[in-house]
């Protein structure tokens, strides 16, 4: 079973950046496809970024393109979320997860393991 914590949430001003970071732990993570998610109030669970096994593939909202950038470290087993340029329409709980599979993952179904969430707040 693989646990999944995130980190690195918290509040920040708008045009501010924040770095998220997911530990894993209980499973082989550089086999696993990994991807951010993030909910806001009221609305549905909707894919940020992902990443391959590999990391070598990268998918992007179009809400975040050019703003976030996905990475990952499999020697440490943690994948990450540089957040920059920051709006209101950020703020969220963010997730991270893993899929059991290699490649770039960007529907919800398909991600077998979540970790608890983490909340990013954007003021104006």
């Known amino acids: 079973q693989v646990q999944l914590v995130e980190s690195g949430g918290g509040l920040v001003q708008a045009g501010g950046s924040l770095r998220l970071s997911c530990a894993a732990s209980?499973?082989?993570?550089?086999?696993?496809?990994m991807g951010w998610f993030r909910q806001a109030p009221g609305k549905g669970r909707e894919l940020v970024a992902a990443?391959?096994?590999?990391?070598?593939?990268?998918y992007y909202a179009d809400t975040v393109k050019g703003r976030f950038t996905i990475s990952r470290d499999n020697a440490k087993n943690t994948v990450y979320l540089q957040m920059n340029s920051l709006k209101p329409e950020d703020t969220a709980v963010y997730y991270c997860?893993?899929?059991?599979?290699?490649?770039?993952?960007?529907?919800?179904?398909?991600?077998?393991?979540w970790g608890q969430g983490i909340q990013v707040t954007v003021s104006s």
């Open positions: 997860a893993a899929a059991n599979v290699g490649w770039v993952i960007t529907t919800v179904l398909s991600y077998n393991y």
């Open positions: 990443i391959s096994a590999t990391g070598g593939s990268t």
């Open positions: 209980g499973g082989t993570f550089r086999s696993y496809a």
